[in-house]
């Protein structure tokens, strides 16, 4: 902020919802009661229109929407240039490396007792 001059990017902020496009009403009214702030809804994003709400604040906000609603588990929030992303998380299959082992003969067992 050179001057004083606020980017308008800067009190634009978006939140990309992913694939969780079903949480859209949920998020906006969580914004709306924990930042009191005007949340508009365009196309597949929410913009917050403030200028006294930084991006860390508002990805802090949507990470705490994430955890409240359970999603913590399959999902992750990052900050992308004036936009908070909520990401899916990359699931891959654990794969057994090592097929277990018949137990080793005991010393009474290989000596036939």
């Given amino acids: ?3 004083g001059h606020k980017n308008k990017s800067q009190s634009e902020l ?3 919802l ?3 496009q079903n949480e859209k009403e949920n998020l906006t009214s969580f914004l709306q009661l924990h930042l009191k702030v005007s949340v508009s809804q365009v196309e597949d994003k929410l913009k917050v229109d403030s200028e ?3 991006l860390p604040e508002l990805q802090h906000v949507v990470n705490k929407f994430v955890y409240h609603r359970d999603l913590n588990n399959t999902h992750w929030v990052s900050a992308e240039g004036s936009t908070v992303k909520i990401n899916k998380l ?3 299959e654990k794969k ?3 097929e277990k082992e018949q137990p080793h003969q ?3 067992q290989s ?3």
């Fill in 1 to 3: 902020m050179l001057f």
């Fill in 14 to 16: 978006q939140v990309d």
């Fill in 18 to 20: 992913g694939d969780l």
């Fill in 52 to 54: 006294t709400v930084s």
């Fill in 90 to 92: 990359k699931v891959t």
């Fill in 96 to 98: 057994e490396k090592y």
């Fill in 106 to 108: 005991t010393a009474a």
């Fill in 111 to 113: 000596w036939g007792l």
